[in-house]
């Protein structure tokens, strides 16, 4: 019989190895999902390994959700940075793009940092209200708030 | 905004979220070269750190199986059904909310001049005369029914800009919210369907975004009123898992056709986001014709391709966990 100190060490070694696993297979959407939020691919790559590895080091019920709760934080955290200091200009986007995208992805970044999160997380992840409520940490009421206005600010500046 | 807009709205966001997707993972040992080293740290047994795990275990599979337990009943959030300190509950009909006390309450029918930091209430909406549609009310007169947020748009027929028209579930009560929003502010009214109930809130300023999703919250179904009737989640839950319910249970000869082509396209039309892509690649494969109807085999989804039988075990997965509808025999 393995003592204690044997089940410890297979908890921690089985949780570096499901997380990696979890890393892994997370990665590119997790960018992505930073990207819509920050403009910036080496940002979003920033705050998502930022992310990953404070995820890491902590065991938790659902190690995705709170690495994509992790990436969502960093990148408020970063725009609330790029507030305080210059402004920020997206990436140009790849050529012989539509401009309506372009337009798009520029109103998005022009969202406030909440809405701009609850679009992310609804169309790119597909999460519920109730998932996106928990990630960032509000009520179900103030995802609906916050994903109509900032669809409305998005159908009336971009024509879709 | 339709279903279609919501859809072509995904799409394009997912278009412009590739924008920024990494050429490569950096393995995680890279990132935090003390990572792997971390495990090996963990330095003498410790009964705590073991149990705490353990905890951690016993804490998921509560949840999940609290989880499987009331997704069946309510997706909803839960419904508190209190009053926050210094605001007022208001029960029209057999739906309850509260707002701040200072907010006025309009419970006359009247095409209102709306002011911000109001709340309108309307019992059978339908049975009032319309207004008129700059007045900002939602005209519900000419919807037919089932109400769904379609039918209501095409109601509505051309409403101002910036209103949106969805299907929202309050707390269990389902309900179509038309929000507006010009320069002096914005609105959410919120027709609550099975009660026949119509309310509205106004708001002047943007900074007025978590209250008014503090106030939305309490929307909910009045303490002394009956409970929401829990139906069938096909039919509660919303259009696509309706659609997925009638075609759970069909002919051999339908696969393939054009009416399970045609079946596809107008599930893609209310599809929610996370099965669109599977539905479009069905979709393609359903029109490359590589189905026969003279050779069943081809109908056996074990002979499509591996991305077509991935699409096709994901939509069912979607079925059964979200939709409560089992299509996998």
Same mark, same amino acid.
Request: one cysteine or more; a negative charge; aromatic letters at 6%.
């Given at each position: ?14 949780? =570096?190895?499901?997380?990696? !696993? ?6 590119? %959407?997790?960018?992505?999902? +930073? $990207? @819509? ?9 920033? =705050?998502?390994?930022?992310? !990953? ?6 065991? %938790?019920?659902?190690?995705? +959700? $709170? @690495? ?9 955290? =970063?725009?609330?940075?790029? !507030? ?77 | ?95 309850q909310l509260a707002v701040p006390d200072q907010w006025p309450v309009h419970e006359e029918w009247s095409c209102w001049d709306q002011a911000a930091n109001n709340v309108y209430l309307a019992k059978a909406p339908r049975t009032h005369e319309p207004c008129s549609s ?34 929202e579930n309050l707390n269990g009560l389902r309900a179509v919210l038309d929000y507006r929003e010009d320069d002096t502010g914005y609105s959410f009214n919120y027709f609550v369907v099975d009660e026949d109930v119509l309310i509205t809130l106004t708001f002047g300023d ?124």
């Amino acid at each position: 019989m393995r003592d204690v100190g044997g089940s410890e060490t297979d908890v921690v070694t089985g949780w =570096v190895e499901g997380f990696e !696993a979890i890393y892994r297979a997370s990665y590119r %959407s997790m960018v992505q999902l +930073a $990207y @819509l939020m920050l403009g910036s691919s080496s940002e979003a790559e920033e =705050v998502v390994q930022e992310a !990953a590895l404070n995820a890491g080091r902590r065991i %938790s019920n659902n190690p995705h +959700a $709170y @690495l994509r709760r992790s990436v969502v934080n960093g990148s408020i955290a =970063v725009l609330r940075r790029r !507030a305080v200091t210059e402004k920020h200009q997206p990436d140009p986007p790849p050529p012989e793009q539509p401009s309506y995208l372009v337009e798009l992805r520029d109103c998005l970044l022009g969202l406030p940092e909440r809405q701009r999160a609850a679009i992310a997380l609804r169309y790119l992840e597909g999460l519920t209200d109730s998932e996106i409520a928990q990630t960032l940490d509000c009520r179900e009421g103030s995802v609906r708030s916050l994903i109509s206005r900032g669809l409305s600010t998005l159908r009336n500046e971009v024509i879709l | 905004v339709s279903r279609e807009d919501d859809a072509d709205l995904g799409r394009a966001l997912r278009t412009i979220a590739r924008w920024g997707e990494p050429a490569d993972i950096p393995p995680l040992s890279q990132l935090v070269p003390t990572f792997p080293a971390h495990s090996q740290q963990v330095g003498p047994p410790s009964r705590t750190r073991w149990w705490i795990a353990a905890a951690a275990a016993l804490v998921l599979v509560v949840m999940l199986t609290a989880l499987a337990v009331t997704r069946t009943s309510d997706d909803s959030s839960p419904y508190v059904g209190s009053v926050p300190e210094g605001w007022k509950a208001i029960v029209v009909g057999s739906v309850q909310l509260a707002v701040p006390d200072q907010w006025p309450v309009h419970e006359e029918w009247s095409c209102w001049d709306q002011a911000a930091n109001n709340v309108y209430l309307a019992k059978a909406p339908r049975t009032h005369e319309p207004c008129s549609s700059e007045k900002g009310e939602l005209n519900l007169g000419a919807a037919p029914h089932p109400i769904e947020p379609d039918s209501i748009l095409a109601a509505v027929g051309n409403p101002q800009a910036g209103a949106q028209v969805t299907l929202e579930n309050l707390n269990g009560l389902r309900a179509v919210l038309d929000y507006r929003e010009d320069d002096t502010g914005y609105s959410f009214n919120y027709f609550v369907v099975d009660e026949d109930v119509l309310i509205t809130l106004t708001f002047g300023d943007a900074a007025d975004t978590d209250l008014a999703g503090d106030i939305i919250a309490t929307i909910g179904p009045a303490p002394e009123s009956s409970p929401p009737v829990v139906e069938d989640s096909a039919t509660t839950l919303d259009p696509f898992c309706s659609m997925v319910a009638a075609s759970a249970d069909v002919p051999e000869a339908y696969v393939g056709s054009a009416e399970h082509l045609a079946d596809v396209a107008s599930m893609l039309a209310v599809a929610p986001p996370q099965v669109i892509s599977q539905l479009e690649i069905l979709q393609s494969y359903l029109a490359s014709g590589a189905i026969d109807a003279a050779q069943p085999t081809s109908k056996l989804i074990e002979n499509w391709p591996p991305e077509v039988q991935g699409a096709s075990a994901d939509l069912s997965r979607y079925s059964s966990e979200v939709c409560g509808i089992d299509t996998r025999d």
